[in-house]
């Protein structure tokens, strides 16, 4: 069927996971099914201090990345953040139950330098998920790896969405548009 990959681009915290949640809402009421992961923030007092993945089809969340660096998360380290091997292999049965599902819109919120440039977190799955041609993708990428990622999609049709202060808000009918049309 050859359905294109959507990207999802902006700045941090503009509300990337928020439009993804949002579109995934627009196409169940289409009629299509949905799966993959999200990647909402973990808030303390007010300030982010990581970000949980959140299973798109069983509301299920666990830690993908900290700033705490004490027991009970090992994994790679990015930046501020300690990244959960766990949790990591958590969204990779996830993102695979969307696929052997034949999920007709896979979710992938985000793909960033941990992956295309460290070749860790959610690199191992993106060649599988990037062949699953019969689903939409729905992938957020960092601005500064949008060609990249368009790169590693090969042939596929690909559509890019910037999100900014004055898109974010209609940014899910935007790309819930963009679905079988």
Do not use: N
């Not at 902006?10 to 579109?23: D, F, L, M, Q």
């Not at 599902?101 to 998920?129: M, N, S, W, Y």
């Amino acid at each position: 069927m050859d359905r294109p990959a959507l990207i999802l681009t902006g700045k941090i915290g503009i509300g990337k996971t928020t439009a993804c949640r949002k579109t995934v809402e627009k196409a169940a009421g289409r009629g299509l099914s949905a799966g993959g992961i999200l990647t909402p923030p973990i808030v303390d007092d007010g300030k982010k201090t990581g970000f949980y993945a959140e299973d798109l089809r069983t509301g299920k969340r666990w830690v993908l990345g900290t700033r705490d660096t004490g027991a009970g998360i090992e994994g790679p380290v990015y930046g501020i953040y300690r990244f959960s091997i766990d949790g990591f292999k958590k969204a990779y049965g996830t993102l695979k139950t969307a696929v052997v599902e034949r999920c007709d819109l896979i979710v992938l919120d985000e793909i960033g330098p941990l992956e295309i440039v460290h070749k860790k977190g959610f690199f191992r799955i993106l060649g599988p998920l990037f062949d699953q041609e019969d689903a939409y993708l729905l992938l957020v990428v960092r601005p500064s790896l949008v060609e990249d990622v368009t790169k590693m999609l090969g042939e596929r049709k690909t559509e890019v969405f910037t999100a900014d202060i004055q898109t974010r808000d209609r940014m899910p009918d935007t790309i819930a548009a963009a679905l079988e049309s």
